[in-house]
């Protein structure tokens, strides 16, 4: 088992030894914990439970046993349709000293899901990958991630008409070296689209169209929008998903998409909200999800991006998240990416607008 | 099973039931949901002929008597597994009092009583003599919830209200289980399953604006009816919901129990109860316990 980089965790808990029969124990000696990585039948699952009730009848002092699933090949329904096959079988009296945290690709089952086993879920949810809603995902970094956040920064303060920005600003800003910048730079000054000045300051001379289209046709491998549908059955209500947002206000996360467009320009040309998008800042690329669950346990991560999503949070890979502070309420996205997010939902026309709303002179075709 | 109006059933018993008794009662139950959810079932009729009516105030036997000798006086009729006992003992073989009304049997009532404040048995009988021997009245000890905030229907005969209704089904299981229901049309289903099914049938019905105020009014019950437990009835209010969730067999049980309940024609999944029942986990129950910690 990997070592196990959580406080509290280290505190409560010790590595097992031979003699426990177990991955790890309570410091007190009552919790046996056995962790075990990539489960791939129910065979496997059945013998795991079958060692944690050897190893709670060898050892008497230990009260309660908690099996934790790390990424298991098997669904989460096979995983909860067993453990109820199961509890029918084994004494009412191991039913409740037995414990399971599966983090499956479908999310997390605690069973019973009490505070001191989420506990232990958020605990190894550091250890598993890939992804879920109510997670930590941490986003692919493609090579050119760096230009193009530098491009999104310029083009921000160009469309606000704000000073130029130092070099070594835009540098922390992006999250990256000096050189890098600088290579970001040369490319821009290729295509004439940057002025430097003496102070060690740049800033954008036009709207750089090449950079743009190349930003729109990279948008899901640069964005990696993490889309949600409303498995309910219920309407899908963006409405009321914004006002628990609003009451929410989680961490890092801003408001993008028509909502932010709304907000940007008063007389923002469209009817209703198709859709809640949002932008989450991940200076570490690593998305904080669990929000989600609390914002509404029915959404639900897709992949199949023909389906219409009810919610879209693309996470922000970069030190500067350039987020509009609206008080009490939630902020805004930049409209750089409020822009792209009308894009992306077919809303050209009303992105163009949007550009032009800040500079007239830009005209997207 | 038979289907009923709702309003139809509600304006037979305040038709059916002399006037001067009706302040001693309410409706609780799948009808009084049904009732109540009118609009969300969209004149979908109640697969129900039971009318669960709760007497009022708690312990009040006398007033049971006294109203089962009067409507068999006048005509109301015992179902067929409503009969008499030749002592008051042992409590648990006491016949439920059900009643038909006068030359009719589209819909029964069964009385209930609200528990003493001091019941800690999840099902107490109290044994009650009619003319012919004794029944039995059934008091359940979260029943007393109901009573709390009650609503009155166009009829002018009291109901239940759902949040209450469903708080005290939730306490009723802190567990799943082992027991099944023995007779009737959900005979063998896991009766855990078909009470805490209620509860996200209620959720689903109500809708999740509706249930965020739920919290609020639970505290509130709970107070006033367990002044003294309030705060560990609250802290383990979710237990069995939560393992009811977890619990892939008991929750399709609970599935199949509200396609012939209350979500009858909605075609619900198990996935959407578990979203209804995750729903109420984040919006009410957690608050719940939180304000009880």
């Not at chain 1, 009260?63 to 453990?83: G, K, M």
């Not at chain 2, 669960?52 to 409507?71: F, I, Q, Y």
Request: aromatic letters at 6%.
């Amino acid at each position: 088992m990997d070592e196990i980089d959580d406080k509290w965790w280290n505190t409560e808990f010790r590595p097992g030894s031979r003699q426990d029969g177990v991955d790890h124990v309570s410091r007190d000696g009552r919790i046996a914990v056995e962790v075990r990585k990539g489960l791939r039948s129910l065979r496997d699952f059945d013998a795991e439970i079958l060692q944690l009730a050897r190893a709670m009848d060898k050892n008497s002092s230990i009260q309660q046993a908690c099996l934790v699933l790390v990424s298991p090949t098997l669904s989460l329904e096979r995983i909860r349709h067993e453990w109820a096959t199961l509890r029918r079988v084994v004494s009412q009296e191991f039913r409740k000293r037995l414990s399971i945290v599966a983090l499956t690709r479908e999310g997390p089952w605690v069973e019973p899901d009490e505070p001191f086993f989420r506990r232990i879920a958020n605990v190894f949810e550091g250890v598993t990958q890939g992804r879920a809603q109510d997670r930590v995902v941490r986003m692919k970094s493609p090579e050119s991630r760096k230009f193009y956040e530098a491009v999104k920064i310029l083009l921000v303060r160009w469309l606000r008409h704000e000073e130029p920005i130092a070099i070594g600003s835009l540098a922390e800003g992006v999250g990256c070296s000096y050189p890098t910048i600088r290579s970001s730079l040369r490319r821009l000054e290729q295509d004439r689209y940057i002025q430097r000045h003496s102070n060690r300051t740049v800033e954008l001379t036009r709207f750089p169209t090449k950079a743009w289209e190349e930003l729109l046709a990279l948008d899901r491998q640069l964005r990696q929008p993490i889309r949600f549908i409303d498995a309910s059955g219920d309407k899908p209500n963006p409405i009321g998903l914004i006002e628990r947002l609003q009451r929410m206000r989680p961490s890092g996360i801003a408001l993008g998409g028509v909502l932010a467009a709304r907000h940007w320009h008063q007389t923002f040309d469209l009817h209703g909200t198709p859709r809640v998008d949002l932008v989450a800042h991940a200076p570490d690329a690593v998305v904080d999800l669990k929000f989600v669950k609390r914002l509404d346990p029915a959404l639900k991560i897709v992949d199949d991006t023909t389906t219409s999503a009810t919610l879209v949070i693309r996470p922000l890979v970069r030190n500067a998240n350039l987020f509009e502070s609206m008080g009490s309420e939630m902020p805004v996205a930049d409209p750089v990416e409020t822009t792209l997010d009308l894009s992306e939902l077919g809303l050209t026309q009303q992105a163009s607008k949007l550009l032009a709303h800040f500079r007239k002179e830009v005209r997207l075709s | 099973m038979n289907k009923l109006d709702p309003n139809v059933l509600f304006a037979r018993i305040v038709s059916d039931i002399p006037a001067e008794l009706h302040e001693y009662l309410f409706v609780t139950g799948s009808l009084a949901a049904a009732y109540h959810f009118q609009a969300q079932l969209e004149g979908r009729a109640v697969n129900t002929k039971d009318a669960d009516l709760v007497v009022h105030p708690a312990g009040n036997v006398t007033s049971c008597r006294g109203m089962a000798e009067k409507l068999l006086g006048t005509g109301w009729v015992r179902t067929e597994d409503c009969y008499p006992r030749r002592t008051p003992q042992p409590e648990d073989e006491l016949r439920a009092i059900r009643l038909y009304p006068p030359n009719s049997d589209d819909y029964f009532i069964e009385f209930l009583n609200l528990p003493d404040r001091d019941q800690q048995t999840p099902k107490r009988w109290h044994p009650i003599e009619l003319s012919d021997g004794w029944y039995g009245l059934p008091s359940f000890r979260f029943m007393a919830l109901t009573s709390v905030g009650r609503l009155r229907s166009d009829v002018g005969l009291e109901y239940a209200a759902p949040p209450m209704m469903a708080l005290s089904n939730l306490l009723s299981h802190p567990e799943v289980g082992r027991t099944r229901i023995e007779s009737g049309a959900m005979k063998g289903t896991l009766r855990s399953a078909k009470d805490l099914g209620r509860v996200l049938a209620l959720a689903v019905l109500a809708g999740r604006d509706e249930t965020a105020a739920w919290t609020e009014q639970w505290l509130a019950g709970l107070k006033q009816c367990f002044p003294d437990e309030w705060k560990l009835l609250a802290a383990q209010a979710g237990r069995g919901l939560r393992e009811l969730l977890g619990d892939e067999a008991a929750l399709d049980e609970a599935r199949g129990t509200t396609d012939i309940g209350l979500l009858s024609g909605r075609n619900t999944t198990s996935q959407q109860l578990r979203i209804a029942g995750e729903r109420l986990l984040v919006d009410v129950i957690e608050p719940l316990e939180q304000a009880a910690s």
